[in-house]
């Protein structure tokens, strides 16, 4: 059975950095792609950040990049996001996903709250 689950949210104030950590176990980590979204009260989930299996290959929102940067350890069966600047429109529920190669549908963790206050 796979699982995924987030940890590491919480309060921050604007300027300020958090790491957040996704740990996902049932599967051959290595071999999935990885990504974070985040969904802010009232507004659609969005993309955030995406890593494949090699760390060579990450994708950000243009929200996001040059603030945010995402990272795995496959031995740990792990990926981080290192958020920093922090602004209060990063004030969201922050999600991690786990999608295998080659398919179309991804493993959904519960989210973590990350709340930036001005």
């Known amino acids: 059975q796979v699982r995924v689950v987030e940890s590491g949210g919480g309060l921050v104030q604007a300027g300020g950095s958090l790491r957040l950590s996704c740990v996902a176990s049932?599967?051959?980590?290595?071999?999935?792609?990885m990504r974070w979204f985040r969904q802010a009260p009232g507004k659609e989930r969005e993309f955030v950040a995406g890593?494949?299996?090699?760390?060579?290959?990450?994708t950000y929102s243009d929200s996001v990049k040059g603030r945010f940067a995402v990272s795995r350890e496959n031995a740990k069966n792990t990926v981080y996001l290192q958020m920093n600047s922090l602004q209060p429109e990063d004030t969201a529920v922050y999600y991690c996903t786990a999608r295998p190669a080659g398919s179309s549908s991804d493993y959904w963790g519960q989210g973590t709250q990350v709340t930036v206050s001005s």
């Open positions: 049932g599967l051959t980590f290595s071999t999935y792609f």
């Open positions: 890593i494949a299996w090699s760390e060579s290959s990450t």
